[in-house]
């Protein structure tokens, strides 16, 4: 690489000090069996008071908090105390998704299609659709429902079916051991289900069937009729009279009267509303459709639509952006000027190939957009699901190993659990894997629409970057003409190759770009930003190792030997996984969730809950090895034959 002089002077901020938690009285923090409540932060500490005893107060100090949480010694439960989470979490616990039996994930994964689809008419009608046994033509959009959930149901069955392309019949795809068909709901279930997804914030696992045995059956209705004028009369607390409740309940009441006048003696008479059972039939009501019905659709359009047009962030991990880059391989190499001393006739044959299946080269990569520190870039030759949750992990996880790897100088620590994560709507993104990812970290993913890129700013700033400022450092140009060329030897400066521009964009990642001074950040580099900024504000804690296995790790189910649980040829052993093997004999599997860049331990699963088990080989060097095979591979996955190391 050339130095420029206009170029600003580079600034390398080396210090690294524990983050701020950012904990509030919505979140649980376990240290050590002990559930805590955040109450204040300083520089150096946070205070907790005990969540069964409110007098009992606590300080820990920040580094004690990351370190307890890496070890595992404590977890932090964000939003545990909200009603969404208090909700989600009395329903189905610390449960990943799979965790449940896949007919279950398939039915769960159904409900939620029908819901998405469900969003996607109001959205197309223009108007909420109410759910009810309505005919077609007093429906909005003219479709009852019923109807609607027929042909979702249909749509949903063709796209699970594949052909086989030897016979050419169709036959459902597999989901799991079975390959049942699913089944038209009813629209009462289908209510149900929508208010169930809805109460849990939009987590799919709230839709996954969890029968228990029988159930406590629901009250029945005193009086069918009677309860029937309840109902309308708290619907119509929505209308643009803009009355309150108790003169909704007046209007019931009196409407009961009117019909008790005409009944003779033989017939029963009508059941008047108490004040707290119809409040609560108000209270019922959907939100939006109140605020739609008293103040106009428009009004309540304005006022429940998501707030995605101010940048104005100043907490690390307040908002992380996410992006896929490209770079055609011939591309990069006629600009490295590396096409140039290649045979005409590979020249060719490679045009050739590259006409029927380009050859690309893709980064995912994340940028803080408080600070303009980079958390992420993973490479790929094709951008996938799994990409993207690797990406997710890097975020959260010490880069320090890829940065000395690279010879970088300046090492890459910056880590943080985000608050917001904002994409695009490409395939990778909106995959169940990505999501399923981002759920189980407690990371909110937000979408803005597509074709609105000014909506992705940073992220879209710093693959700018990528383009024009990086590419300037490389010797070796091709220009599109004579005249530009002048007389510029393209092969006699070709310095790079393929391979290496993957170590070499990571180099220059972490030793140029995060210590150049920009002017966004009031003269500050991204690096010195993230030291300044994480002293000043809080931040969520990271996940610790045991947590990152549930989130990203595999999951696979395996026996008890007498050497332990045999994972890769890496024995798991202790006294206590022997007392299972004791108990239930060697044929028994046990599920097992094990992370590929963590080798020390794993986590099994028992009756008693989960269990983690460490290495027990004496060559304890055998992870930092493969770990090193693994980074060796990253940083070389898209060239045909790796480094020799």
Same mark, same amino acid.
């Given at each position: 690489?050339?130095?420029?002089?206009?170029?600003?002077?580079?600034?390398?901020?080396?210090?690294?000090?524990?983050?701020?938690?950012?904990?509030?009285?919505?979140?649980?923090?376990?240290?050590? #069996?002990?559930?805590?409540?955040?109450? /204040?932060?300083?520089?150096?500490?946070?205070?907790?008071?005990?969540?069964?005893?409110?007098?009992?107060?606590?300080?820990?100090?920040?580094?004690?908090?990351?370190?307890?949480?890496?070890?595992?010694?404590?977890?932090?439960?964000?939003?545990?105390?909200?009603?969404?989470?208090?909700?989600?979490?009395?329903?189905?616990?610390?449960?990943?998704?799979?965790?449940?039996?896949?007919?279950?994930?398939?039915?769960?994964?159904?409900?939620?299609?029908?819901?998405?689809?469900?969003?996607?008419?109001?959205?197309?009608?223009? @108007?909420?659709?109410?759910?009810?046994?309505?005919?077609?033509?007093?429906?909005? $959009?003219?479709?009852?429902?019923?109807?609607?959930?027929?042909?979702?149901?249909?749509?949903?069955?063709?796209?699970?079916?594949?052909?086989?392309?030897?016979?050419?019949?169709?036959?459902?795809?597999?989901?799991?051991?079975?390959?049942?068909?699913?089944?038209?709901?009813?629209?009462?279930?289908?209510?149900?289900?929508?208010?169930?997804?809805?109460?849990? %914030?939009?987590?799919?696992?709230?839709?996954?069937?969890?029968?228990?045995?029988?159930?406590?059956?629901?009250? @029945?209705?005193?009086?069918?009729? /009677?309860?029937?004028?309840?109902?309308?009369?708290?619907?119509?607390?929505?209308?643009?009279?803009?009355?309150?409740?108790?003169?909704?309940?007046?209007?019931?009441?009196?409407?009961?009267?009117?019909?008790?006048?005409?009944?003779?003696?033989?017939?029963?008479?009508?059941?008047?509303?108490?004040?707290?059972?119809?409040?609560?039939?108000?209270?019922?009501?959907?939100?939006?459709?109140?605020?739609? #019905?008293?103040? $106009?659709?428009?009004?309540?359009?304005?006022?429940?639509?998501?707030?995605?047009?101010?940048?104005?962030?100043?907490?690390?991990?307040?908002?992380?952006?996410?992006?896929?880059?490209?770079?055609? $391989?011939?591309?990069?190499?006629?600009?490295?000027?590396?096409?140039?001393?290649?045979?005409?006739?590979?020249?060719?044959?490679?045009?050739?190939?590259?006409?029927?299946?380009?050859?690309?080269?893709?980064?995912?990569?994340?940028?803080?957009?408080?600070?303009?520190?980079?958390?992420?870039?993973?490479?790929?030759?094709?951008?996938?699901?799994?990409?993207?949750?690797?990406?997710?992990?890097?975020?959260?996880?010490?880069?320090?190993?890829?940065?000395?790897?690279? %010879?970088?100088?300046?090492?890459?620590?910056?880590?943080?659990?985000?608050?917001?994560?904002?994409?695009?709507?490409?395939?990778?993104?909106?995959?169940?894997?990505?999501?399923?990812?981002?759920?189980?970290?407690?990371?909110?993913?937000?979408?803005?629409?597509?074709?609105?890129?000014?909506?992705?700013?940073?992220?879209?700033?710093?693959?700018?970057?990528?383009?024009?400022?990086?590419?300037?450092?490389?010797?070796?140009?091709?220009?599109?003409?004579?005249?530009?060329?002048?007389?510029?030897?393209?092969?006699?400066?070709?310095?790079?190759?393929?391979?290496?521009?993957?170590?070499?964009?990571?180099?220059?990642?972490?030793?140029?770009?995060?210590?150049?001074?920009?002017?966004?950040?009031?003269?500050?580099?991204?690096?010195?930003?993230?030291?300044?900024?994480?002293?000043?504000?809080?931040?969520?804690?990271?996940?610790?190792?045991?947590?990152?296995?549930?989130?990203?790790?595999?999951?696979?189910?395996?026996?008890?030997?007498?050497?332990?649980?045999?994972?890769?040829?890496?024995?798991?052993?202790?006294?206590?996984?022997?007392?299972?093997?004791?108990?239930?004999? /060697?044929?028994?599997?046990?599920?097992?969730?094990?992370?590929?860049?963590?080798?020390?331990?794993?986590?099994?699963?028992?009756?008693?809950?989960?269990?983690?088990?460490?290495?027990?080989?004496?060559?304890?060097?055998?992870?930092?090895?493969?770990?090193?095979?693994?980074?060796?591979?990253?940083?070389?996955?898209?060239?045909?034959?790796?480094? @020799?190391?």
């Amino acid at each position: 690489m050339t130095n420029n002089t206009d170029k600003p002077e580079l600034r390398i901020f080396r210090e690294n000090a524990p983050s701020i938690p950012l904990m509030g009285s919505n979140d649980r923090f376990v240290y050590e #069996g002990t559930p805590l409540i955040a109450i /204040s932060y300083s520089a150096t500490d946070t205070l907790f008071y005990k969540e069964n005893d409110p007098l009992a107060h606590r300080r820990i100090a920040h580094s004690e908090i990351e370190l307890a949480i890496d070890e595992g010694r404590a977890h932090f439960y964000p939003g545990f105390h909200t009603q969404v989470g208090w909700k989600a979490y009395q329903r189905f616990g610390d449960k990943n998704v799979d965790d449940f039996k896949s007919e279950a994930v398939a039915i769960g994964r159904f409900n939620e299609y029908l819901i998405h689809r469900y969003r996607a008419w109001c959205v197309e009608v223009g @108007q909420h659709v109410p759910r009810s046994l309505k005919p077609a033509e007093e429906m909005p $959009g003219g479709r009852s429902m019923e109807e609607l959930l027929f042909e979702w149901t249909t749509e949903y069955q063709l796209k699970h079916k594949v052909t086989n392309p030897q016979t050419g019949k169709i036959r459902k795809r597999r989901a799991g051991k079975k390959t049942n068909g699913v089944e038209l709901p009813t629209l009462r279930s289908f209510n149900n289900y929508i208010r169930l997804y809805e109460s849990c %914030g939009d987590d799919v696992r709230a839709l996954i069937p969890q029968q228990k045995g029988p159930k406590r059956r629901h009250l @029945q209705v005193e009086c069918a009729e /009677s309860y029937s004028i309840w109902r309308q009369a708290a619907a119509e607390f929505a209308s643009r009279r803009k009355g309150g409740m108790s003169n909704a309940r007046k209007i019931a009441n009196a409407r009961i009267h009117e019909v008790n006048k005409t009944r003779g003696g033989d017939q029963p008479k009508l059941i008047f509303v108490k004040r707290k059972r119809f409040e609560n039939m108000i209270k019922e009501l959907r939100a939006f459709d109140v605020v739609a #019905g008293r103040e $106009g659709e428009a009004y309540a359009h304005a006022v429940f639509k998501p707030k995605m047009d101010s940048y104005d962030v100043v907490r690390p991990g307040e908002r992380v952006e996410f992006d896929d880059w490209n770079v055609d $391989g011939i591309t990069l190499m006629k600009e490295t000027g590396a096409w140039l001393l290649l045979p005409a006739r590979f020249q060719t044959i490679l045009e050739q190939a590259s006409a029927d299946k380009p050859q690309r080269l893709w980064f995912v990569g994340a940028i803080d957009a408080a600070t303009g520190m980079p958390l992420a870039l993973k490479g790929t030759r094709n951008p996938c699901a799994s990409a993207v949750v690797e990406a997710l992990e890097m975020v959260m996880s010490d880069k320090t190993h890829i940065s000395d790897l690279a %010879g970088a100088k300046t090492p890459w620590t910056a880590k943080v659990r985000p608050e917001n994560v904002f994409t695009d709507n490409g395939t990778p993104y909106i995959a169940d894997l990505t999501r399923e990812a981002f759920l189980m970290s407690s990371v909110s993913l937000t979408r803005p629409p597509a074709g609105q890129a000014w909506k992705r700013p940073f992220i879209e700033s710093l693959f700018k970057t990528f383009a024009k400022d990086l590419m300037s450092y490389f010797d070796g140009r091709t220009f599109s003409n004579v005249v530009e060329r002048r007389d510029y030897d393209s092969v006699a400066n070709a310095t790079l190759i393929i391979d290496e521009f993957m170590i070499v964009v990571i180099r220059w990642l972490c030793d140029v770009f995060v210590n150049t001074p920009s002017a966004r950040l009031n003269g500050l580099t991204p690096n010195e930003a993230w030291e300044l900024k994480k002293r000043t504000y809080p931040m969520r804690p990271v996940p610790g190792r045991h947590e990152k296995r549930h989130i990203f790790g595999t999951k696979k189910d395996k026996p008890i030997r007498s050497e332990g649980i045999i994972l890769h040829g890496v024995p798991y052993n202790s006294d206590e996984l022997q007392s299972y093997r004791r108990k239930h004999g /060697s044929k028994k599997l046990f599920p097992v969730r094990f992370h590929p860049r963590d080798l020390e331990s794993i986590s099994v699963s028992t009756e008693d809950g989960w269990l983690i088990e460490v290495l027990q080989l004496p060559i304890l060097w055998l992870q930092d090895v493969l770990l090193l095979d693994m980074e060796l591979a990253v940083l070389n996955r898209h060239v045909g034959k790796p480094r @020799q190391h």
